[in-house]
């Protein structure tokens, strides 16, 4: 059974920095993307970054001056880097996982990505 941790949030001021960790069990972590997504209250999640089983990487647009997603497979983690964070940060952050996903041009569909973290809460304060 896949189990996907997250950790490394928390309260943070505006122009501060957090790095995300993900990692997961029950899979052979090289094979797979992974997804960072978020959601704010009374907000629709949205993708954030993704690096695909090749390791392509993406990260939108809107966040793509200031986070940046990688992974160290020895360690089993995925990260998520955030600098200069800003309170419209503030969101949950998940991370989950797909066997599917490779040649990353686009944030892959969350629907794409099987296995979820229960994700874990970043605050920015002004």
């Known amino acids: 059974q896949k189990q996907v941790l997250e950790s490394g949030g928390g309260l943070v001021q505006a122009g501060g920095s957090l790095r995300l960790s993900c990692t997961a069990s029950?899979?052979?972590?090289?094979?797979?993307?992974v997804g960072w997504f978020r959601q704010a209250p009374g907000k629709e999640r949205e993708g954030v970054a993704a690096i695909g089983g090749d390791d392509s990487t993406f990260v939108v647009a809107s966040v793509k001056d200031r986070f940046s997603v990688s992974r160290d497979i020895a360690k089993n983690i995925a990260y998520l880097e955030m600098n200069n964070l800003k309170p419209e940060d503030t969101a949950m952050y998940f991370c989950?996982?797909?066997?599917?996903?490779?040649?990353?041009?686009?944030?892959?569909?969350?629907?794409?990505?099987?296995?979820w973290g229960t994700g874990l809460q970043v605050t920015v304060s002004s």
């Open positions: 989950a996982f797909s066997g599917d996903i490779n040649n990353i041009l686009n944030m892959p569909s969350g629907s794409l990505f099987r296995s």
């Open positions: 029950g899979l052979t972590f090289s094979n797979y993307a």
